[in-house]
Nanobody
Framework: VQLQASGGGLVQPGGSLRLSCAASGSIFRISSMGWYSQAPGKQRELVAS??????TYADSVKDRFTISRDSAKNTVYLQMNSLKPEDTAVYYC???????????????WGQGTLVTVSS
């Protein structure tokens, strides 16, 4: 199983970016997908997650970020609006995946994509 993230980059404060993450490989079922951020010198923390249509957001991104999922494409998106310098971090996608019936659920991670918010 591989998670391929894309969409990071440099944006000015107040700007927008859209991150994408596609899961591929031996996938029987995906339960949850999400995005985590890790700023320099800080621990990785949850930004947003989506499970069967139910979404969860960190307080710091509520009303600015929107997570969505295309189950047919095993892809999760993060629309990031009104970006702030403090949003600068490496963003990692995560998925909880069952690779075959009867196996266990495992967490998989993408390679990370850098988001820099600066003027």
């Amino acid at each position: 199983v591989q998670l391929q993230a894309s969409g990071g980059g440099l944006v000015q404060p107040g700007g927008s970016l859209r991150l994408s993450c596609a899961a591929s490989g031996s996938i029987f079922r995906i339960s949850s997908m999400g995005w985590y951020s890790q700023a320099p010198g800080k621990q990785r923390e949850l930004v947003a997650s989506i499970t069967s249509g139910t979404t969860t957001y960190a307080d710091s991104v509520k009303d600015r970020f929107t997570i969505s999922r295309d189950s047919a494409k095993n892809t999760v998106y993060l629309q990031m609006n009104s970006l702030k310098p403090e949003d600068t971090a490496v963003y990692y996608c995560n998925a909880r995946i069952l690779t075959r019936l009867g196996s266990r659920w495992d967490d998989y991670w993408g390679q990370g994509t850098l988001v820099t918010v600066s003027s």
